[in-house]
């Protein structure tokens, strides 16, 4: 799977109408340049951790500055995983 592509799909859907914020083009840009503040970081990291089964006393110790650092920590931490994001996605009711 493209985590690039699921971390960009995620932020769509936690903040669809997000109008500043066009899709992270690489995975160690700093989360800090990329138009999303520390609620949409918020909201992409529970929706993640629902996507990967993460347990909320594991998601407590998230602490990330880039998608890469995010994304490793889930695959770390994962108890479940999906072939393409877009199948993440549908995964989870929001």
Same mark, same amino acid.
Request: negative net charge; glycine residues 2%; hydrophobic residues 45%.
């Given at each position: 799977?493209? !985590?690039?592509?699921?971390?960009? $799909?995620?932020? $769509?859907?936690?903040?669809?109408? #997000?109008?500043? #914020?066009?899709?992270?083009?690489?995975?160690?840009?700093?989360? &800090?340049?990329?138009?999303?503040?520390?609620?949409?970081?918020?909201?992409?990291?529970? +929706?993640?951790?629902?996507? +990967?089964?993460?347990?909320?006393?594991?998601? $407590?110790?998230?602490? +990330?500055?880039? &998608? !890469?650092?995010?994304?490793? +920590?889930?695959? $770390? #931490?994962?108890? !479940?995983?999906?072939?393409?994001?877009?199948?993440?996605?549908?995964? &989870?009711?929001?």
């Amino acid at each position: 799977m493209d !985590r690039l592509e699921l971390f960009n $799909k995620a932020a $769509k859907v936690v903040k669809p109408a #997000h109008t500043d #914020h066009e899709a992270i083009p690489d995975q160690d840009m700093p989360l &800090v340049d990329s138009g999303l503040d520390s609620l949409d970081l918020l909201m992409i990291s529970v +929706f993640l951790c629902e996507v +990967f089964g993460i347990s909320e006393e594991i998601a $407590k110790q998230m602490k +990330f500055t880039t &998608v !890469r650092e995010y994304m490793d +920590f889930c695959d $770390k #931490h994962k108890t !479940r995983d999906f072939a393409t994001a877009d199948e993440a996605i549908a995964e &989870v009711n929001w």
